[in-house]
């Protein structure tokens, strides 16, 4: 009889994560904003205000193309393993876990395969720390759906189950 487990973090359902970015397209919506207010104001030259506003304006629209496009391109990237079961799976009990000194990072191994993250990645996958309430911990029985082709993205947590009788904290992972 299989062991039942339940559902931690699940990509599905939790979907994309990082809208940071929309801060610095708010940035880039006043910075244009002023430059058009000040350029109104008459022709002429162009003063070192209607200059901040034009790079403040520049600079923080490429940050709102980089901020959202970079996760937005890695959560496809996930999300088409995970609706076409491009991905392994591996079951057993969470192994040589250890916690960054400041607790913003975890690695460990289930069956010999190994796992990392950071409470700061700037990604969909799972990521959420012990120290901010995330499940992960030494000994705990887990299955989990991860990423596996070589790349950037190789063993990118998209699933995480915990067994049944182990508790799951209600910590940063949306399910």
């Avoid at 959202?68 to 496809?76: H, Q």
């Amino acid at each position: 009889m299989e062991s039942s487990y339940r559902v931690a973090f699940d990509l599905a359902r939790s979907g994309f994560q990082e809208w940071d970015f929309l801060l610095g397209l708010g940035g880039a919506v006043v910075s244009a904003c002023l430059l058009v207010t000040a350029r109104r104001a008459g022709p002429g030259p162009w003063t070192k205000a209607q200059f901040g506003y034009l790079a403040a304006s520049a600079i923080l629209a490429l940050w709102t193309v980089v901020g959202f496009g970079f996760p937005f391109v890695e959560y496809l990237f996930l999300r088409h393993a995970y609706d076409t079961g491009d991905y392994k799976i591996v079951t057993g009990t969470v192994d040589d876990f250890a916690s960054r000194p400041d607790g913003k990072g975890e690695h460990f191994t289930v069956s010999g395969i190994p796992f990392s993250y950071t409470q700061y990645d700037g990604t969909s996958r799972f990521h959420c720390t012990e120290s901010a309430g995330g499940p992960i911990r030494a000994g705990l029985p887990v299955r989990i759906a991860y990423t596996y082709d070589g790349n950037f993205l190789t063993n990118a947590i998209i699933r995480l189950e915990i067994l049944s009788r182990s508790p799951i904290p209600d910590g940063c992972a949306p399910i």
